[in-house]
């Protein structure tokens, strides 16, 4: 499974890592994809967008 939002979209971010010595590498940020069923419909969602549809429900 790809992670990514299959409702808003989001998907990996790309960055730096810095460490103690304040060298810069690539780092990927992944998004928190949780499976949950909405309307009968099995759905990866990230996070935010569940917070966002309790709050709107």
């Not at 939002?5 to 810069?24: A, D, P, V």
Request: positive net charge; proline residues 0%.
């Amino acid at each position: 499974m790809a992670r990514t939002c299959e409702l808003t979209g989001r998907g990996t971010k790309t960055g730096n890592k810095i460490s103690h010595s304040k060298r810069h590498t690539r780092r990927t940020f992944k998004v928190n994809v949780q499976t949950k069923r909405i309307g009968g419909m099995k759905l990866a969602l990230s996070t935010k967008a569940i917070r966002t549809l309790a709050k709107i429900a």
